[in-house]
């Protein structure tokens, strides 16, 4: 399905080009922020809970999968403010891009620049094919199937846990093969709509030899019923040069759909389990 725009499509487009953005980055000694480290621990508000009775894996997929085919049906625009930047330990700022993300369905995306600064050469081979490659996934130029889907990952279930004040199932992500497109890690599923909340992992393969380990944070909010991208931070620890970072905030965001999701939405149901 072509103009992937939910919470599920965001994800592939971001895995797929972690190993890019750092391999660029493997000329510049910028050391990673401490702090996005303990702002995305402090996103956790409690420990992991028991799952409720009966809940599968399978069962939770079932339901992720309809909540995000009926979300795909009914968004048919957005447009979102987007701040890429690479920092260092103290919080200066290397390079950094701004400007504004539209989306039209199914499969148009445009980004207008409005203010850039820091190195030219970061954002010339990092950030810019970063963004030409989101761009040119949507419109399908980019065949990779890294979705999240059953062809690709196993959900293996390991109880629920608050995310914020979303009350989420907390899943292990087992990719189905090596592949750097796919990754490992844990997923926030909401209970109540099957939203994906929040995804934290790492490339299932390693990216390249420069390229030790790559760790990413991805953080939605809910807008209008539709779950959206707001904050990815990355990690990537580069032989010879330590540890990078690199984060993208998504803010401001105007959404429109195109029919109400409650109108599409029969028969997808809450999973309470069995008791």
């Given at each position: 399905m072509r103009g992937r725009t939910t919470a599920l499509a965001n994800t592939r487009i971001y895995l797929n080009f972690v190993g890019a953005v750092f391999l660029a980055l493997t000329s510049f000694a910028v050391r990673a922020n401490a702090q996005l480290d303990q702002r995305s621990e402090a996103e956790l508000a409690s420990p992991v809970g028991p799952l409720r009775p009966g809940v599968t894996g399978n069962q939770i997929f079932d339901r992720l999968l309809a909540h995000n085919a009926i979300r795909i049906a009914a968004l048919a625009d957005y447009t979102a403010l987007r701040t890429y930047r690479v920092v260092d330990v103290n919080g200066r700022v290397h390079a950094e891009e701004v400007g504004r993300m539209e989306y039209r369905a199914p499969d148009q995306k445009t980004f207008m620049v409005t203010s850039e600064k820091g190195s030219t050469l970061i954002r010339r081979l990092a950030l810019?094919?970063?963004?030409?490659?989101?761009?040119?996934?949507?419109?399908?130029?980019?065949?990779?199937?890294?979705?999240?889907?059953?062809?690709?990952?196993?959900?293996?279930?390991?109880?629920?846990?608050?995310?914020?004040?979303?009350?989420?199932?907390?899943?292990?992500?087992?990719?189905?093969?090596?592949?750097?497109?796919?990754?490992?890690?844990?997923?926030?599923?909401?209970?109540?709509?099957?939203?994906?909340?929040?995804?934290?992992?790492?490339?299932?393969?390693?990216l390249s030899f420069w390229i030790d380990r790559a760790d990413f944070v991805r953080q939605y909010q809910k807008i209008d019923n539709f779950w959206l991208p707001q904050r990815d931070v990355t990690f990537v620890q580069v032989r010879l040069y330590g540890r990078k970072a690199l984060t993208i905030d998504h803010q401001d965001y105007s959404v429109n759909s195109s029919v109400g999701i409650e109108e599409l939405g029969g028969g997808t149901g809450r999973l309470v389990g069995r008791h």
């Open positions: 810019n094919p970063l963004i030409a490659s989101e761009i040119e996934t949507t419109a399908g130029r980019q065949h990779r199937d890294s979705t999240i889907s059953p062809a690709n990952y196993d959900l293996d279930p390991v109880g629920e846990q608050q995310v914020g004040s979303y009350n989420c199932f907390v899943v292990r992500a087992i990719p189905k093969r090596r592949d750097k497109y796919l990754f490992e890690g844990k997923i926030w599923i909401d209970v109540e709509d099957y939203g994906v909340v929040r995804i934290e992992g790492h490339p299932a393969k390693k």
